[in-house]
T-cell receptor, first 114, second 112 residues
Framework: NAGVTQTPKFQVLKTGQSMTLQCAQDMNHNSMYWYRQDPGMGLRLIYYSASEGTTDKGEVPNGYNVSRLNKREFSLRLESAAPSQTSVYFC?????????????FGSGTRLTVV | GNSVTQMEGPVTLSEEAFLTINCTYTATGYPSLFWYVQYPGEGLQLLLKATKADDKGSNKGFEATYRKETTSFHLEKGSVQVSDSAVYFCATGPGSARQLTFGSGTQLTVLP
């Protein structure tokens, strides 16, 4: 089915390790987003990309980097993982340069940092 | 910036009961309003939306009306089912922002 695909679905890292979360969409959407979900805090925006070649910081960007590789793919990198980055990470995409019509979400990556 | 305040959960109802989940927002510009649903172990799915004042969004028996005068977008369903058990998120945006802002989510459990 068309949509947003995230890999991996689960990951355990040791403190200080690095990893990249992958996200790809096949709906020809312009905008892509990375959120983290923590209990009682809803979703918080990490980074977003309004179009290919552009990225902007969201609410909680510290400790993360992103790459908009092409129109389809938007990756999130943790250079030196910390226990505070234990969370569920969601990638989303939207038509146009913004989410006027809402987001389509991936199924998430559950990351544990020990 | 934009913000969303949702009714705190968890909410537990019996099957066929009436559901209301309250949501109020603050936003600049002319935002759209959304309800998303998240089933266990899954990502968020768009449930319904409204793009301007007095619009009513509806889907799968759920409804919500965009009330600009009270800055609210309360989710309602006349008769819930066990399969409606999930976490519900209210969201607003973009307005003058460039992304959606989400509430903290409300856990709904429906008992048979």
């Amino acid at each position: 089915n068309a949509g947003v695909t995230q890999t991996p679905k689960f990951q355990v890292l040791k403190t200080g390790q690095s990893m990249t979360l992958q996200c790809a969409q096949d709906m020809n959407h312009n905008s892509m987003y990375w959120y983290r979900q923590d209990p009682g805090m809803g979703l918080r925006l990490i980074y977003y990309s309004a179009s290919e070649g552009t990225t902007d910081k969201g609410e909680v960007p510290n400790g993360y980097n992103v790459s908009r590789l092409n129109k389809r793919e938007f990756s999130l990198r943790l250079e030196s993982a910390a226990p505070s980055q234990t969370s569920v990470y969601f990638c989303a995409s939207s038509e146009g340069a913004g989410p006027q019509r809402g987001y389509t979400f991936g199924s998430g990556t559950r990351l544990t940092v020990v | 910036g934009n913000s969303v305040t949702q009714m705190e959960g968890p909410v537990t109802l019996s099957e066929e009961a009436f559901l209301t989940i309250n949501c109020t927002y603050t936003a600049t510009g002319y935002p759209s309003l959304f309800w998303y649903v998240q089933y266990p172990g899954e990502g968020l799915q768009l449930l319904l939306k409204a793009t301007k004042a007095d619009d009513k969004g509806s889907n799968k028996g759920f409804e919500a009306t965009y009330r600009k005068e009270t800055t609210s977008f309360h989710l309602e369903k006349g008769s819930v089912q066990v399969s409606d058990s999930a976490v519900y998120f209210c969201a607003t945006g973009p307005g003058s922002a460039r992304q959606l802002t989400f509430g903290s989510g409300t856990q709904l459990t429906v008992l048979p």
